[in-house]
């Protein structure tokens, strides 16, 4: 994926944008957010301040496997066949791969919460940038190298999936879903 735009000191684009090459083929918002707020997505029991909870390593776990199980469960509405989920692959790891037809996703899923009134700043696949997608591949080879006979007959690609969060009393419920197919690609 190639970002425009300037980095920080710790290397994260701020103000980046894709450019019209790398644009994804689709981008699906979800159909219905409400529903996505079952409760099986609503088990977060949140309930520190946002200042409390801000850097928490637990909340940012807790933030991200809710926006997992929401990418489950908008792939399986979408009629793909989940494979596996967090999947382990040397020190890589994928979020989710998928299969539908006959193509197999290796889906990365980016969470982000927003603030009552809030909004975003930067769109939560900002954060996959050259390091992050060079771990994607990696994974993504060694899955494909462990599983090659299995699977060799499918097209492979790399999907990106923003899952936006709100809060709904003391609960992170899903507000919204983007899914970029092939958002990473080799060079």
């Keep these: 994926m190639k970002l425009i735009g300037k980095k920080n000191k710790n290397g994260a684009l701020r103000d980046a944008e894709k450019t019209a090459e790398d644009a994804p083929p689709t981008s699906e918002s979800s159909e219905n957010s409400e529903n996505l707020n079952n409760s099986d997505l609503n088990n977060s029991e949140n309930s520190k301040s946002s200042e409390d909870s801000k850097n928490s390593e637990k909340s940012k776990k807790e933030i991200g496997d809710i926006g997992e199980k929401a990418a489950v469960k908008y792939l399986k509405k979408k009629n793909y066949t989940i494979i596996d989920t967090n999947a382990r692959v040397g020190h890589s790891e994928i979020d989710i791969i998928a299969l539908k037809d006959d193509t197999l996703a290796f889906i990365e899923v980016k969470t982000r919460s927003v603030a009552e009134g809030g909004e975003l700043l930067v ?54 879903i983007m899914h970029f197919e092939n958002a990473v690609r080799r060079r």
Aim: glycine share 6%; net charge positive.
């Design 123 to 176: 769109r939560p696949a900002y954060a996959v940038n050259k390091s992050k997608a060079a771990y994607l591949i990696r994974g993504v080879d060694g899955y494909i190298a462990k599983e090659h006979e299995k699977y060799s007959k499918y097209f492979k690609r790399i999907d990106i999936i923003e899952v936006y969060l709100k809060r709904d009393g003391k609960k992170l419920v899903c507000s919204d």
